[in-house]
């Protein structure tokens, strides 16, 4: 399913944004309004009170592009959305009390690095916790077997029918695969057969992006595939 992102501003990084959008594999459409949007961005000064300047919990769905460095933290949620299936999602009001205490630049920079899903609370057809896979993998390329940790989770598309996955393999051998262009994967988890998958870009933290189609890797409820 296509999920309809409202990137609302002229500036740069408004246009960072939405370039960093249009090269994700996922199924994103960039609007320019906020009707029928599954999620707003718009670029402006930091929302007061907010979760990093950008998330409030009384406004899900709503986010604030207040700099530059935000964007592949903005970047990342939503493609956490689309491959999760969420319908909505708000930062966590402890989370955004605890960040009103402790709040400073100089975290906010960190923080801004590495996006943090659990921050979040995820709204679906079903828990989206239960569907994640954190653990270790095996990727197989060009080169050797790579054992590398890996963050997954998918859902099952209504319009096509099929089973779509992805998430992150991290380290830095994988990202080194991806800088000599091998795209095409195989992975496999826990012994079980090795299922084809394609690594599409390096994160801003140096992580690999990776996404599958079909059954994945790790284990589900049978009737999900």
């Known amino acids: ?35 029928g949007a599954a999620l707003v961005i718009r670029e402006g000064p930091p929302a007061p009170r907010s979760y990093l300047g950008l998330a409030d919990a009384a406004r899900p769905d709503e986010f604030v592009l207040h700099d530059a460095r935000a964007v592949g933290y903005l970047a990342d ?6 491959v999760s299936a969420a319908t909505s999602v708000a930062v966590r009001r402890p989370i955004q009390a605890e960040w009103a205490r402790i709040g400073s630049d100089r975290r906010q920079r960190r923080r801004l690095r590495h996006f943090r899903e659990s921050d979040y609370d995820w709204v679906g057809p079903e828990s989206i916790e239960e569907g994640v896979f954190s653990g270790e993998g095996v990727l197989t390329g060009d080169d050797a077997p790579l054992r ?13 029918g099929h089973y779509h996955w992805g998430g992150t393999a991290f380290g830095p051998q994988v990202r080194d695969w991806k800088q000599r262009r091998i795209s095409w994967v195989e992975v496999s988890i826990d012994g079980r057969e090795p299922v084809p998958a394609r690594l599409t870009e390096i994160t801003p933290l140096g ?5 599958g189609e079909g059954a994945p890797p790790y284990a589900l409820e049978p009737l999900l595939v």
Do not use: Q
């Not at 997954?152 to 096509?160: E, F, Q, T």
């Open 1 to 35: 399913m296509t999920a309809a992102v409202a990137v609302i501003g002229t500036g740069p990084g408004a246009a960072a944004l939405r370039e960093r959008i249009t090269r994700s594999p996922l199924a994103i459409r960039i609007v320019g309004a906020p009707e």
């Open 77 to 82: 949620l939503i493609e956490h959305f689309v």
């Open 148 to 160: 590398v940790r890996l963050r997954l989770l998918g859902h099952v598309d209504p319009l096509d």
């Open 207 to 211: 992580d690999v992006r990776i996404v």
